[in-house]
């Protein structure tokens, strides 16, 4: 029997609870063991629900009791949350977490406290919800040299751009949207300014090169200056736009960014669409695989949970997993090679002369009801190069990156 | 320092020996400690070849050297892999293989000695080439009651209906392609008659249910059948015909089966073409998840297997898999419902009344050049339903599954 404490009971703790009662003996038959809930910690009170007679208000109660051997973190900031991880973990009790603002902020001491402790510190849920790609890096992909991972890590603004691109939405009406429907929070900047997928590409980046990837570090950009008359150019060019995570090695270095980036039918991430989180890798012998499902959601995400639970059950000595304090140096962006999608206002007869000196050779675009304005993809250039004319071009109203790959799942 | 040897230095065994001196130091620091390939079995000789001076005739060599204690199976086949792999987990050494034939026919037992020794037996490469479905059912998705696995398998036969789609070639044409380029062997019955995919759908539903799965008791129809015709009419109802591999708990018990079936756009595996392979996995809690990648080829298979080679070096005592060797009971296929695609020769005129008297309303089409004969798609229907409308359908030529999901990926 395995004694555990769930440290808040919001969507996710919920589901934890959910998952762990529905799937009862298909949970203990893996973990080896029955696993009892024996706590769940919330500041709330919650009367005639089920764990109201496990509740606690005092999360000392959970670490003074030696009964408790792992303890699940689902109440998501850095604070208390890492306060109350770093205590379960110094009392010998394994953590897992869903908490990738935890994860991504204080990962490299916990896994380095976890493994001095010889127990075990599991995010699964922090990145892809459901989707187990952190298990995947860790435990199955190991005889690689990983190249590359990207992936779509948001599913609010992947819902986002689904509805911009299949409705001709405008930004707000999404977002208002996605709010009505609850995959938005009222305060949606941490989804649409990119910094939730950042701290996940980041976490991603981490494990797979073995070093702390500083999340702030990464070149971070949000949807929020995607249009519908974006989108209509984007159809003409028979591309959807995507926020995607990067991360790759390149000769000039570990490069990592979150963008809108308008992709070709070809590329694997095109058909994700709606909330689904989607999570393309690389490897040097593997060639390309990509793992793909419910990025969030309350059963989903608690699924990834329970599962670390049961790998903490059964592994009572530590898992390695590498992911040292050493800072990783990440390469400037300037040096990724693409092409770029421009919006420019005026007509091509006055503007073309001076683009092409910019950019050489372009593709000129026109969508149906925009006028005044024409828009052009350039050949595949560095960022920098690009920038450098970007700066020069008069009426320049937007610019979206374009993504080159042929097609990366034949690519090996 | 782990010792290991190799038996069969055909296609999988060179690329095992290649990704492990590759990536000898990515392999070393995931398994922990260095290493090394100190024999190589194989019956031929390879002058000039980097393992001349550590191939081996005799298995014995390799069975009483207490220095190996990872054997890697990639002859193929079930003897003499059988009695290798037997006798190197009976001598304490754990043992990967790619060999999906070994592991269909005698994948209970050899888990069973394995766990009795305290060894592993593992087995990731012998589905989805890879792509690490094995190791996600056994250690990723444990929170789950999995209720559905479909997938595509077999990357021979989907090069072959991805051609046939794309370019219109006859099947004889597609096979003969695929044999040119290698993806197809001189006799290529095991791949174009559906029994590749049929044992890796077995091994799947025994890992997922824990019970053994007879895959010679799974239902198993080829794309022999499938016509150039065939992909005309698909054409017109915007699907797309692939060889599934599907098994699935359903209110009738559980049903297993590989068969060409036409998918719609929305269906997850639609888009899955040429020789990739994908994974479709449904659970009661995570809802629907995705892997794909190489299903098949040197580097993907080898890196799978060195992948399990790691997992054996660093677990020294045994990771339970539940695969009992009591058989599991699959249910008939006569109780799945969908649609069914019929061919049938004469005019709509004469035939539809007594269509209509056979399977109540039906929808019609045509396909462009395709004379004397039209198509028709019937309600949803169980398959004895619709076989017994079938038998009695004067002038019949095919029929093909229609796959009825609506949208999976949205399904949860």
Chains 1, 2 share one sequence.
Request: proline residues 3%; contains cysteine; negative net charge.
């Amino acid at each position: 029997m395995a004694k555990i404490a769930i440290l808040g009971y919001g969507t996710v703790g919920s589901g934890v609870y959910e998952v762990v009662k529905t799937n009862q003996a298909i949970v203990d038959g893996n973990a080896g063991e029955s696993i009892e809930i024996k706590y769940v910690l919330d500041l709330r009170d919650f009367p005639g629900d089920p764990v109201e007679k496990i509740l606690v208000h005092d999360y000392d109660v959970i670490l003074n009791d030696p009964e408790v051997s792992v303890v699940v973190e689902v109440m998501g900031g850095v604070e208390p949350a890492y306060t109350f991880v770093k205590g379960a973990l110094l009392k010998g009790k394994s953590v897992c977490t869903s908490n990738k603002a935890l994860v991504a902020a204080k990962g490299p001491e916990l896994i380095k406290i976890a493994r001095e402790k010889d127990i075990n510190f599991f995010f699964e849920a922090s990145v892809g919800g459901g989707i187990p790609i952190i298990r995947a890096l860790n435990l199955c992909l190991t005889a690689d040299d990983i190249e590359e991972i990207s992936g779509i890590l948001n599913g609010t603004t992947n819902y986002m751009m689904t509805k911009m691109a299949d409705e001709g939405w405008e930004f707000d009406e999404a977002l208002k949207t996605a709010q009505d429907l609850g995959y938005a929070e009222k305060n949606p900047e941490a989804d649409i300014d990119g910094w939730d997928a950042c701290r996940k590409i980041a976490i991603l980046t981490s494990l797979y090169t073995g070093k702390n990837t500083d999340y702030e570090k990464v070149y971070t950009e949000g949807i929020t200056k995607i249009s519908a008359k974006d989108i209509k150019y984007a159809k003409e060019l028979k591309l959807r736009i995507k926020l995607i995570a990067e991360s790759q090695k390149t000769d000039e270095g570990l490069v990592a960014m979150v963008a809108p980036i308008m992709l070709k039918k070809s590329h694997p991430l095109y058909n994700v669409d709606g909330v689904l989180n989607a999570v393309y890798v690389r490897g040097n012998v593997l060639g390309p695989a990509m793992f793909f499902g419910s990025g969030a959601g309350k059963l989903p995400t608690a699924s990834a949970v329970v599962s670390d639970v049961i790998a903490a059950v059964k592994n009572r000595h530590n898992v390695e997993v590498v992911w040292d304090d050493e800072d990783l140096k990440l390469s400037s962006v300037g040096s990724v090679r693409r092409s770029f999608f421009v919006r420019v206002s005026g007509s091509e007869d006055e503007k073309l002369p001076k683009i092409k000196e910019l950019f050489g050779e372009v593709s000129t675009v026109t969508a149906p009801g925009v006028t005044g304005e024409f828009g052009f993809v350039t050949k595949v250039m560095s960022e920098d190069e690009f920038n450098k004319g970007y700066e020069k071009l008069d009426g320049a109203i937007t610019r979206i990156r374009v993504d080159n790959v042929v097609n990366k799942q034949e690519e090996n």
